[in-house]
């Protein structure tokens, strides 16, 4: 009898100790969870200006309502903003410098910390002027609808037909893009599966993007067109959500 009252015991107390680790690693996932949701990259408006009152008798400047000298002083690596209309994206675009790894800005903030959220941006196989005829800019789909998040929201066939433009600011001008395309392709790297900074790598890629699952059909692009494209996860499947606009107008500013 004293050995079988033991080895309750023992099992009570092993099951209490499985109990505890169980309860210790859930903690630790559920802590880590948190950090994943809640994490935005930082706020940003800071860097956005106010626009200034109109003042009457004066001609109307473009005035440029990102302060560039206080984003650059943050982080040299900022080169760009973008701002997609009827989403949360208003954010910088950085491109990791060479002493840096290209994809340094997927996990990292616009300061250089550890982020889960990361950083709106491009890799170095994209020049900075966005001359390229296909630039990818690259931001995660977090839960919380930060960076790239809200792109979602183009799978919606009425909100894509709705909001047709997106806005890459620069210092001293505003590049306006028509957008032409949502689609949810694998997770294969644009820029290398079409080589798509040649000619017959973009026709290819323009190819693909009459599959989309949401186009505007009658907007025709041309061999000349520069194309940038979005592009987040689908948490969903493991592929990537892209949305494609061609440039439409570039507007000189003031900064």
């Not at 066939?157 to 600011?169: R, T």
């Not at 893009?177 to 079409?194: F, H, K, N, P, S």
Request: glycine letters at 8%; charged letters at 30%; hydrophobic letters at 35%.
């Amino acid at each position: 009898d004293c050995y079988k009252g033991d080895a309750k015991m023992k099992r009570m107390k092993g099951w209490k100790i499985t109990g505890m680790l169980l309860i210790v690693t859930a903690l630790v996932c559920f802590g880590i969870l948190a950090v994943i949701v809640t994490d935005t990259g930082g706020d940003m408006t800071s860097f956005i200006r106010t626009a200034p009152e109109k003042k009457s008798g004066k001609k109307e400047k473009i005035m440029n309502p990102i302060d560039w000298g206080k984003l650059l002083k943050t982080n040299a690596d900022v080169y760009a903003w973008i701002r997609v209309p009827g989403t949360d994206i208003d954010y910088p675009i950085l491109q990791s410098s060479m002493k840096r790894e290209n994809d340094f800005y997927l996990h990292h903030d616009i300061k250089g910390g550890y982020s889960f959220a990361g950083c709106i941006y491009t890799r170095r196989e994209n020049k900075k002027d966005f001359s390229d005829r296909l630039t990818v800019i690259y931001g995660h789909n977090m839960i919380t609808g930060s960076m790239f998040g809200t792109l979602r929201r183009f799978g919606d066939a009425d909100f894509f037909k709705k909001h047709k433009e997106f806005y890459i600011y620069m210092p001293q001008k505003i590049l306006k893009y028509r957008i032409v395309a949502y689609m949810i392709q694998d997770d294969t790297d644009i820029l290398e599966r079409y080589e798509a900074n040649n000619e017959l790598g973009f026709e290819a890629y323009v190819k693909e993007l009459k599959k989309a699952r949401n186009i505007r059909k009658k907007e025709k692009i041309k061999p000349d067109d520069s194309i940038v494209t979005l592009s987040t996860c689908d948490s969903n499947s493991g592929n990537r959500r892209l949305l494609q606009g061609v440039l439409q107008e570039s507007l000189t500013t003031e900064n």
